[in-house]
């Protein structure tokens, strides 16, 4: 197949990119830096150096003898969009090209509309040239578990039926996101389903729990393949984060109670799904929405879970409750579906002492750069944010 990867710089972009090379598919990236160029902004990095997408490139071609075809484009300019796809002629678009992060997001005005109009627009930009360059092509997009937010009831893989003064219709399932990132994400799946539904687009929505990981089997076959890894109050996801706050012997930082659940899912399995939405495509006019991640856990079951790992390691780690700088639930009721992976054959890496044990040595071995100043959460929901209001 013809596969596009849209972000293909990122955490998960790089290592999807290498899984469908490697797998014999023609591949093309394209990014336009945006994050790296948010990284240097706000004076933080990944844990390890990670090498130029240029680099990265090069490299797998040197190592495996393949070839992965670069682009640098922006997705919000849709003259660039267009040219990417009639260029790359696509069958699958995997679309990770977004601003991913939630604090990043609630800043400040600067930084919401920045996120959305990234966001948005650069997904709009998208829909309109597959419409134009590649009207049957299969476009695979990264949504959130966060789209829904923490409900009192049930959530379902993107619709709910409801019966309201004794009529019934299926509905996609409400949502109440909690940072203007997630809402990015509501917005992109009202278009995306827009397009399926009057254009004929076909689309998988893949709203992705929180990701950990170091590795796939693509990135440790040698240092210049790595991806980024963030510890960072920003960009760092919350069992990432407590891994270097382990590694470094600082405590790990549970935003208040820690009793915000969330569904999790390892990089490798990121992987894994893309790949089996890519190779079960939609149909023309379908959108279809995943709940993509493995296993749910609070916060403060995270922590036990990675304390108990710095023991096995000989590693004092404490817990500290931290003043939550989000506005979110600290104790709800959470129990969302995610059966469609399974159904097409999804076999998880499930959060084992054995694999925790191993991602500790990992980040253990690069906490030597670490600045310990990233790790505080500076950006607060309710207040100001780390740059200047505008
Ligand atoms: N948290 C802590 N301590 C920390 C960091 C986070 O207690 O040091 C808590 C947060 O308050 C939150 C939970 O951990 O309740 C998850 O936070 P996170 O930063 O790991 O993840 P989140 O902001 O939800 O965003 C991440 C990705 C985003 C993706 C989302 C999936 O950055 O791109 O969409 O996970 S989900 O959470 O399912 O919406």
Redesign the pocket.
Known sequence: MRILILGGDGYLGWPTAMHFSDAGHEVTVADSFAKRKWEVELGIAPLAPVPSLHHRVRSWKRITGKTITMRVGDLTNARSVYGLLEEARPDAIVHYGEQ????YSMQNRTAAVETQVNNVVGTLNVLFAMRHACPDAHLVKLG????YGTPNIDIEEGYLTVTHNGRSDTMLYPKKPA?F??LS?VHDSHNIEFACRIWGVRATDL?????YGVDTDHTLRDPLLRTSFHYD?V?????N??LVQASLGAP?????K?G?T??FLDIRDTVQCVDLAVHNPAAAGEFRVFNQ?TEQYS?LDLAHRVQAAGARAGLAVQLEH?D???A?AEEHYYNASHSHLADLGLVPHLLTDDSLDRMLAVVHAQSGGVDRADLA?TIKWKGGGARVQV
């Open positions: 991913p992060s939630a604090p959130t578990m966060g789209e940072s990132y997630h994400k709203n992705q729990g929180v990701v109050h960009f760092g996801t919350v069992i984060r407590f790990l930082s549970v935003y208040g820690g915000q969330r569904g991640f916060v931290l939550n700088p989000r979110e959460p």
